[in-house]
Nanobody
């Protein structure tokens, strides 16, 4: 089970930190990812992290603004979002993959329920 938290309302230029708590084991050969889906748009990959190595993979369009990290002790994956823009408004999902790294949503086996992020003045 994956449970996201940390979404909310923020003004442009602001920051939010999303957290995803993972219940159950996750192995070093596996990975966690963050996706988002805006109204009327397809779900898109944002970032993933290999659980064992901590190696991140961040989508180019958000690189420099979004950072993915993990806390092995707490079995939690984080997404730090800075310099937020109105176009970042979406439902944000964390997901679990049995692959060491993955950008396609078809390679993610489990999904959280999503958390709403709204960026508006």
């Amino acid at each position: 089970q994956l449970v996201e938290s940390g979404g909310g309302f923020v003004q442009p230029g602001g920051s939010l930190s999303l957290s995803c708590a993972i219940s159950g084991p996750i192995f070093s050969s596996e990975s966690m990812g963050w996706f988002r889906q805006a109204p009327g748009k397809e779900r898109e990959f944002l970032a993933s992290i290999n659980w064992g190595l901590g190696t991140p993979n961040v989508r180019d369009s958000v690189k420099g603004r979004f950072t993915i990290s993990r806390d092995n002790a707490k079995n939690t994956v984080l997404l730090q979002m800075n310099s937020l823009k109105p176009e970042d408004t979406a439902i944000y999902y964390c997901a679990y993959s049995h692959y060491a790294t993955a950008t396609k949503d078809s390679r993610y086996a489990y999904w959280g329920q999503g958390t709403q992020v709204t960026v508006s003045s």
